[in-house]
């Protein structure tokens, strides 16, 4: 198949990667443009970028889509299909018709069920016993196109998002591979997607992350889990911002924020959080026990 791959982050090159193995003709990439990155705050490339001048395909980089000509040179690659994933940009209506068979889109969420922009983050913290990947047939609607294929994966207790993320983006990769080897057998049944139960996933704010121990340890759990490890749930002990990657909902009470024992248990609203993973500024995640040995927190203090 003739190809061009339109993404951006980590998540992208997943498949991107499964797309270059199978063998299938990747004509184009496009993605977004280098951004300042560091603390020099020099131009960094994409992952996407960076993987595809690794197997030098050609590159494109627009900061939009809606000319004339760029979407006359996207026409001129003459296209079997477009396979998008996390790409950041609106494609027009004249983009998603040029390519044979139009363009794929990869999205990390069970459709209509989170639409939007944080699908991986919100179906943790909604408390989601499972959710997926889906391949369907772009539109130009927000995430509302047919669905070609979809894979399921459960969500535990203990799912963080940087844990999902892995594991959908490793199954996306299977998953749009397959869909895109079957096109041109003409043996996919597109779906419309429903009405109801449609969902949106709005996009993580920084505001979100501080932790309210006045709400319930089971809901803080998941608030916790889905914001790690970006861009983290954190508390303050005196005056120092402590990062929580994760914890573990027990039995226990208390002033909510109060430590409740060594193991650093911290009432909530109702019962109680168990801390096991956490973080200090410009340090490595570490074990609640590692972490305590360099800074300690008494039993009967109070976390903000």
């Known amino acids: 198949m003739r190809i061009a791959f339109m993404g951006t982050p980590d998540f992208s090159t997943h498949v991107l990667t499964a797309l270059i193995d199978a063998g299938h003709d990747i004509v184009c990439v496009y ?13 960094r490339a994409s992952p996407v970028h960076s993987l595809a001048e690794a197997h030098n395909i050609e590159v494109r980089t627009p900061t939009s889509l809606k000319s004339e000509e760029v979407q006359s040179d996207f026409a001129d690659l003459n296209l079997d299909v477009a396979v998008v994933v996390a790409y950041g940009l609106i494609l027009p209506a004249a983009v998603l018709a040029a390519p044979r068979f139009g363009c794929l889109n990869l999205h990390a969420s069970l459709l209509p069920r989170w639409r939007g922009a944080a699908p991986i983050q919100r179906a943790i913290m909604a408390g989601d016993t499972e959710t997926g990947v889906a391949v369907m047939q772009m539109a130009e609607g927000l995430d509302t196109g047919d669905v070609l ?16 993320h892995d594991q959908l983006a490793e199954a996306g990769a299977i998953l749009m591979e397959e869909t895109v080897s079957r096109l041109k057998d003409d043996n996919l049944v597109a779906v419309a997607q ?87 500024a410009g340090k490595s995640p570490m074990p609640t026990r590692v972490f305590l040995n360099g800074h300690p927190i008494n039993i009967g203090e109070v976390l903000a």
């Not at 280098?34 to 020099?42: E, L, S």
């Not at 002990?237 to 914890?247: F, Q, W, Y």
């Open 31 to 43: 993605s977004q443009p280098p951004r300042p990155a560091g603390r020099g705050k020099k131009l």
């Open 149 to 164: 294929e979809e894979t399921r994966i459960p969500i535990s207790d203990q799912t963080t998002a940087g844990s999902l």
């Open 194 to 280: 429903s009405d109801d139960g449609v969902t949106y996933a709005e996009k993580i704010s920084k505001s979100e992350a501080a932790i309210d121990w006045a709400r319930p340890a089971e809901e803080l759990c998941r608030h916790i889990h889905g914001l790690s490890p970006f861009p983290g749930a954190y508390c303050t002990h005196n005056d120092t911002r402590i990062k929580v990657l994760g914890a573990t909902a027990v039995k226990g009470t208390g002033q909510p924020g109060q430590v409740l024992d060594n193991d650093l248990t911290i009432a909530c609203g109702k019962n109680a959080l168990k801390l096991v993973l956490l973080q200090r």
